[in-house]
């Protein structure tokens, strides 16, 4: 089975600020890792996501995520932060084989960018 | 191209009542899968159907089912409602079924299920 940590609730940055959202997963074989973010009251938007090749990848609005896969880990990051980035961000996780498209989410950070 | 709906976006039942969610997936996309999301438990996979066959479920009670109809439409149907059922219910859209593609799930704006 597989599973996915974020350890931060929420994540507070002021405007102008590298960001960082951090995520790690456990599956079995291989994984596709994606990020997702959710504005209030709205359905989840993908962000990113990582299936093979470069371990850093880029992705919509300056977000970027490496993937390290000796720490199982894919964190988010944003060089410069926007107060519009405020929202909840999720990782999920999908092995590449077996289980469909079936994704397993994290419990979400709320980003919060201050001026 | 339009993006993945859902329909009714609010909906509020009485306990004991039934409810029917509907997802049109984005035009050309086979996959369609469920996902439920609380303040409590977060977001927790429902089902997945593709070509008409659930090819995946989650771990919910048999009050939940769902089908999907030829044009990939999905409904899905909570029957008995309860008051923990209250949630956003998410539906998304793939093209495939995996099978090693990493292509990325669409999601629709969701529905707001209240039961009173």
């Known amino acids: 089975a597989q599973s996915v940590a974020q350890p931060e609730d929420q994540v507070n940055v002021a405007e102008g600020n590298p960001l960082t959202v951090k995520c790690t997963y456990s599956v079995s074989g291989n994984p596709y890792l994606f990020w997702y973010v959710q504005y209030p009251n709205r359905g989840l938007q993908f962000l990113l996501k990582?299936?093979?090749?470069?371990?850093l990848v880029k992705g919509s609005y300056g977000f970027e995520a490496e993937f390290n896969k000796s720490q199982t880990s894919f964190h988010l990051k944003k060089p410069s932060a926007l107060v519009s980035d405020s929202a909840l961000y999720f990782c999920?996780?999908?092995?590449?084989?077996?289980?469909?498209?079936?994704?397993?989410f994290g419990t979400g950070t709320q980003l919060k960018v201050e001026l | 191209k339009a993006g993945v709906t859902q329909t009714p976006r609010y909906l509020i039942k009485t306990r004991g009542q039934q409810v029917t969610l509907s997802c049109s997936p984005i035009s050309g996309h086979r996959s369609v899968s469920w996902y439920q999301q609380t303040p409590g438990q977060g977001l927790q996979f429902l089902f997945e159907?593709?070509?008409?066959?659930?090819?995946n479920k989650g771990n919910f009670p048999g009050r939940f089912s769902g089908r999907q109809f030829s044009n990939s439409r999905s409904e899905m149907n909570v029957s008995t409602l309860e008051l923990g059922d209250s949630a956003l219910y998410l539906c998304?859209?793939?093209?495939?079924?995996?099978?090693?593609?990493?292509?990325?799930?669409?999601f629709g704006q969701g529905t707001r299920l209240t039961v009173v």
């Open positions: 998304a859209s793939s093209p495939y079924l995996s099978g090693g593609s990493g292509t990325e799930a669409f």
């Open positions: 999920a996780v999908r092995p590449v084989t077996g289980g469909g498209n079936k994704l397993t």
């Open positions: 159907y593709f070509s008409e066959t659930q090819r």
């Open positions: 990582y299936i093979t090749g470069d371990n």
